[in-house]
Nanobody, 114 residues
Framework: QVQLVESGGGLVQPGGSLRLSCKVS????????MAWYRQLPGKEREFVAR??????NYADSVKGRFTISRDNARNTAYLQMNSLKPEDTAVYYC?????????WGQGTQVTVSS
């Protein structure tokens, strides 16, 4: 059974940091391309970051503030989020692109507010 389980979301003040985790099971994690997406209130899901071996890709809105990484030994992907802004408030979803299939987690809420 394939599972992607996000954690690490919560309430943080503007300028703060959070690290999201995505624990993956049921697939060969080391061959999956991992990414993060988010869904802002009232909007469609949007791309945030995708991890690649040579150079990761980021949405312009998070470039320089967010960092995607992975630990193959732990079957876990991460999203380090620094200098958070209120407009980063969203549900964040882990995505695995695995043998032409997109696999999704259930999402974790991130709220940036004072």
């Amino acid at each position: 059974q394939v599972q992607l389980v996000e954690s690490g979301g919560g309430l943080v003040q503007p300028g703060g940091s959070l690290r999201l985790s995505c624990k993956v099971s049921g697939i060969l994690f080391n061959v999956a391309s991992m990414a993060w997406y988010r869904q802002l209130p009232g909007k469609e899901r949007e791309f945030v970051a995708r991890e690649r071996a040579d150079r990761s890709n980021y949405a312009d809105s998070v470039k320089g503030r967010f960092t995607i990484s992975r630990d193959n030994a732990r079957n876990t992907a991460y999203l380090q989020m620094n200098s958070l802004k209120p407009e980063d408030t969203a549900v964040y979803y882990c995505n695995a692109f695995y043998y032409q299939r997109h696999l999704w987690g259930q999402g974790t809420q991130v709220t940036v507010s004072s």
